[in-house]
């Protein structure tokens, strides 16, 4: 295996379930995506009311500040998995990916070799996809070969939260921003694979570098970013 094998699929036009969202409310009356109310009364992101999966995703996990490297390396990973895919899959899939790849350490997953990526096209409990599962073991050593903390690096490109009015509905949500371009670029050149600026902005919105709660999403408050 090698970095040359794995093909970059950041590009992809929309990522994360901001990205799922979108595609359901485009047939919505009125259009927009604007906070659904929920059976217990709350108001949430129309995203967060979809499935059970999304709605303890959206309340207890989606927006919250993640500093560590593992659970950056986490997340980074599972954009990658999600591409071409709904974000709903990769959840479902969630506690599976986390066994096959030792939890996300990135010590671990760094000495993977050719047998370790056949097993894990066989493995059902994830999205068996070699390019992915490459770029997944190519991203764990470049992680190791960083001259400081990922999560140094990672929020390193915080936007400015002062210049960010809190978005209304789904139509003021951006697929990506100037910083998560710049993200997707020193990733890159630090060696990282599958990362492009719509899945860097989809992490930021995932771990709290933002905060792209609806304004009248009862959970934004409790948000980071």
């Known amino acids: 295996m090698t970095t040359e094998a794995v093909v970059d699929a950041g590009a992809v036009a929309e990522a994360g379930p901001v990205g799922d969202a979108r595609v359901q409310a485009a047939g919505d009356e009125p259009p927009g995506g604007g906070p659904r109310v929920g059976p217990d009364g709350l108001a949430r992101c129309p995203w967060g009311t979809s499935a059970p999966d999304y709605v303890a995703y959206h309340d207890d996990e989606w927006g919250r500040p993640v500093r560590d490297t593992v659970g950056l390396y986490e997340r ?12 709903l899959t ?3 899939k969630r506690a599976g990916f986390r066994r096959a790849f030792a939890g996300f350490d990135p010590e671990a997953v760094a000495v993977f070799g050719e047998a370790d990526v056949e097993r894990l096209l066989l493995d059902a409990s994830i999205v068996r996809n070699r390019r992915k ?3 997944t073991i190519v991203n764990a050593r470049a992680i190791l070969a960083l001259d400081r903390p990922l999560e140094e690096l990672i929020w390193s490109f915080q936007p400015d939260a002062a210049a960010r009015p809190a978005p209304r509905t789904l139509t003021d949500v951006p697929a990506k921003v100037p910083e998560s371009i710049a993200l997707a670029k020193a990733l890159r050149r630090a060696g990282l694979v599958f990362v492009g600026p719509t899945t860097g902005y989809a992490l930021m919105q995932a771990c709290g570098l933002v905060n792209d709660h609806l304004a009248d999403c009862f959970a934004r408050d409790a948000a980071g970013g």
């Open 90 to 92: 990769i959840l479902r």
């Open 133 to 135: 599962i490459e770029a």
């Open 76 to 87: 980074l990973s599972l954009e990658a998995f999600q591409s071409g895919l709904s974000w």
